[in-house]
């Protein structure tokens, strides 16, 4: 980690994730002079979580306590003054949250307890399309819209005694401003409520929710807003100077998107335990699968976001399965196979998918019939193929196109196998570059917090960041790939179609 010099200004970005509070400080060249982070199972005990988290009896209902983000910041901040850090010379700071929303003991994320709620939401927006239309995504369990409408119904009391309702982001500002933060245009889309194209609270959604539901939220925010300085606690506490900025906190994910810096036409693909997707839109293309965000980094531009739950767990199975556990030979599996696999097509679903809805093993030959089981070789392939043959597809269909320009960015423990990227290269018909991005939220928390002092100058985001570390080539698609992958895309999507329909039954 580069030292700064002893008076250079800094930028600082924090990180209220599940399991931890992180920070990292970097100076005015991109380089991350300071990190630390508060581990909330093990050093704050008393909270009684476990990754992060406490899980409800019904198996649905999971939910984090609010002091413990509180201490846990006060945690941070004393650690890192005791290590001699400058507060003086930070200019700015912003955050980034996970997705819930702030009672004593706030639903986050992981919880699936408001079905009924989301139901009605659909109903009222007049159908799960429209809603999607709106607000870019159909309606979701974790989503902060419909976990306010099932608070208001089962517990009518303390939703009566809300003076406020806030993210997990805007929450973390509020601890520095001292006051109420404004909600960012970025996170505010993953709660079923923003009208994503004008950027306000979608009055349908507000009325299906809860009465005088907008004085509660707030005017919502660009999430490059300066909301103001660090309070004067702060100030005097750990030494902040009074003309230190707030920069509109954002969601986990849009922060990811600008650690990444993105170019237009960028496509991320992060291959750990679930693959997930990022990608920038100059138009959005809501569907019923996946989410479009209002862009944290492009005033009038989205971000779309893609989650598959069958990821590396999926992978490392069949790597158990047909390579006696060993990755030197699941690679050699994809160096002996053609591109297009001889037309074979698989679907390895081991749990139920999120995107699409589907789960089991499904394996179809040239012709599309359905068989029981290919060679060793033929299943390794058929899985990556298939597992990047339905990224792209589902990317398609929010908006992402393949051009000229285009890159894909890999990251995750996967990324670290060639074989696998040159798959992910030749589906994608792109260059693959790799970057190393393990706590990109909180990078690009600290990156908006530099921008967010010139952004009202007009000064884009991509070019104030020109000099970040750039993500390296490792791989370019073969030529045949369109000739091989474009008609198969066709005939996999025809083939999900049944996949989907058969696990409805």
């Known amino acids: 980690m580069a030292a700064a010099e002893p008076d250079s200004p800094l930028y600082l970005g924090l990180d209220f994730s599940t399991q931890q509070l992180k920070a990292v400080a970097i100076d005015g060249d991109l380089g991350p002079v300071h990190q630390d982070s508060v ?3 093990s050093e704050l005990p008393e909270f009684r979580t476990h990754g992060g988290v406490h899980i409800h009896p019904d198996g649905l209902t999971v939910t984090s306590p609010v002091l413990m983000w509180v201490k846990a910041l006060d945690l941070l901040l004393d650690r890192m003054k005791a290590a001699g850090f400058g507060f003086s010379r930070v200019r700015a700071l912003s955050g980034s949250g996970q997705d819930s929303f702030s009672v004593q003991d706030s639903p986050v994320w992981m919880d699936s307890s408001s079905g009924l709620q989301c139901d009605a939401l659909q109903e009222a927006a007049g159908g799960a399309m429209r809603l999607a239309d709106i607000t870019g995504s159909r309606a979701y369990e974790r989503f902060t819209g419909n976990q ?59 009325d299906a929710t809860a009465t005088n539901l907008e004085r509660l939220l707030g005017e919502p925010c660009p999430s490059t807003a300066v909301l103001g300085p660090v309070s004067s606690f702060l100030q005097h506490r750990y030494g902040f100077s ?103 097509i698989g679907f390895y679903f081991d749990t139920m998918e999120i995107t699409p809805p589907a789960v089991g093993l499904h394996r179809f030959d040239a012709n599309d019939r359905q068989v029981s089981s290919w060679s060793p070789e033929l299943e390794v392939r058929a899985l990556v193929e298939g597992q990047f043959l339905s990224r792209r597809l589902h990317a398609e269909r929010l908006g992402y196109s393949i051009g000229s320009g285009t890159r894909v960015l890999a990251t995750g423990g996967a990324s670290a196998n060639r074989q696998i990227l040159q798959v992910l290269s030749d ?23 530099l921008h967010g002092l010139v952004a009202d100058s007009g000064v884009s985001f991509l070019d104030l960041l020109r000099n970040a570390p750039e993500p390296q080539q490792v791989c370019r698609p073969h030529r045949s790939a369109p000739q091989v992958y474009d008609p198969m895309l066709r005939r996999f999507a025809e083939l999900e179609q049944k996949v989907l329909e058969k696990s409805r039954f």
């Open 39 to 41: 581990q909330f199972d």
């Open 148 to 206: 306010i409408s099932k608070v208001r119904q089962t517990r009518p009391d303390q939703f009566q005694d809300t003076e406020r309702i806030s993210l997990v982001s805007s929450f973390g500002a509020s601890l520095f401003l001292g006051r109420y933060a404004a909600i960012d245009y970025s996170d505010g889309s993953g709660m079923n409520l923003l009208d994503i194209r004008d950027r306000m609270w979608s009055q349908i959604c507000l």
């Open 242 to 344: 009074g003309s230190c900025s707030i920069v509109a906190f954002t969601g986990d994910n849009p922060a990811s998107l600008a650690g990444m810096c993105l170019h237009q036409g960028d496509i991320a693909v992060s291959l750990g335990t679930s693959d997930t997707l990022f990608l920038s839109l100059s138009e959005p293309r809501p569907s019923l699968e996946g989410h479009v965000f209002c862009n944290p980094v492009e005033p009038d531009g989205f971000m779309a976001l893609l989650c598959f739950k069958n990821g590396s767990l999926t992978r490392e199975r069949v790597r158990d399965r047909c390579c006696s556990g060993s990755w030197d030979v699941f690679s050699q599996a994809l160096d002996g196979t053609p591109l297009g696999n001889h037309g074979n």
């Open 427 to 449: 589906v994608f018909n792109a260059p693959v570059y790799t970057i190393d991005l393990s706590d990109s939220a909180c990078l690009g928390s600290a990156y908006r917090a």
